[in-house]
């Protein structure tokens, strides 16, 4: 439901409220959402007045901008409130939007892209985590269809992040994200199975091949 509000160039009564309605799902299915509210603002430099002079620079202006919004070949000019409210963006963004146009930028979407992240481990380090558990010796089991790999049962992850810091003391690697590491590359478990079913598949298989005839095979 929009609202409808007065204001000094009367916006609320320019477009027929059926386009009004078309205007957000439209702009909402777009890809390029900034750069289309771009091409939607006009930007033109202030004129100032050599008589009024002042010290507070943050007051001052060095643009202004104009609002328009688009159905077909319509084109209007609205106001700042219009405009928010029809393609409901937030007037931070607008301002962000502003910006990037005074200083002659291109507004670009940089979620994801960029490399600044704090807590971001380098590759090399990974590779150091990996071939760090590697090491470990590994035990394989199976019980019926289901294989299961065991580390010897005196280790944990904590003995493992211990023993990789003192390989490592350079190395910011924390429990939590050794443990993480471990648990999203691996499926080991720790200690041995209650009984060890390979080993009575190993004495089948060699009974097997030891039978004579076809009777003694089951």
């Given at each position: 439901?929009?609202?409808?509000?007065?204001?000094?160039?009367?916006?609320?009564?320019?477009?027929?409220?059926?386009?009004?309605?078309?205007?957000?799902?439209?702009?909402?299915?777009?890809?390029?959402?900034?750069?289309?509210?771009?091409?939607?603002?006009?930007?033109?430099?202030?004129?100032?007045?050599?008589?009024?002079?002042?010290?507070d620079?943050?007051?001052?202006?060095?643009?202004?901008?104009k609002?328009?919004?688009?159905?077909?070949?319509?084109?209007?000019?609205?106001c700042?409130?219009?405009?928010?409210s029809?393609?409901?963006?937030?007037?931070?963004?607008?301002?962000?939007?502003?910006?990037?146009?005074?200083?002659?930028?291109?507004?670009?979407?940089?979620?994801?892209?960029?490399?600044?992240?704090?807590n971001?481990?380098?590759?090399?380090?990974?590779?150091?985590?990996?071939?760090?558990?590697d090491?470990?010796?590994v035990?394989?089991?199976?019980?019926?269809d289901?294989?299961l790999k065991?580390?010897?049962?005196?280790?944990t992850?904590?003995?493992?992040?211990?023993?990789?810091?003192?390989?490592?003391?350079?190395?910011?690697?924390?429990?939590?994200?050794?443990?993480?590491?471990?648990?999203?590359?691996?499926?080991?478990?720790?200690?041995r199975?209650q009984?060890?079913?390979?080993?009575?598949?190993?004495?089948?298989?060699?009974n097997c091949?030891?039978?004579?005839?076809?009777?003694?095979?089951?």
């Amino acid at each position: 439901m929009l609202v409808i509000f007065s204001c000094k160039w009367d916006c609320s009564n320019k477009i027929a409220e059926s386009n009004m309605q078309n205007i957000f799902p439209n702009f909402y299915s777009l890809s390029s959402k900034d750069m289309y509210l771009t091409g939607l603002m006009k930007c033109s430099d202030v004129r100032r007045c050599r008589r009024h002079k002042t010290t507070d620079h943050s007051q001052t202006r060095d643009s202004s901008f104009k609002n328009y919004v688009s159905v077909g070949k319509n084109r209007w000019h609205v106001c700042q409130v219009m405009f928010t409210s029809l393609f409901c963006i937030s007037k931070k963004r607008l301002y962000c939007l502003q910006q990037c146009m005074a200083a002659g930028n291109m507004p670009t979407d940089k979620r994801g892209k960029h490399n600044h992240r704090a807590n971001k481990v380098p590759e090399e380090m990974l590779s150091k985590i990996k071939a760090h558990i590697d090491l470990f010796p590994v035990k394989e089991s199976h019980n019926g269809d289901e294989h299961l790999k065991y580390l010897d049962a005196r280790l944990t992850i904590s003995k493992m992040h211990k023993m990789f810091q003192d390989k490592h003391p350079q190395a910011k690697v924390t429990r939590e994200f050794y443990h993480a590491f471990f648990r999203k590359n691996y499926s080991l478990r720790f200690g041995r199975p209650q009984v060890d079913v390979c080993s009575m598949c190993e004495l089948l298989k060699t009974n097997c091949k030891s039978a004579k005839t076809d009777k003694q095979r089951l």
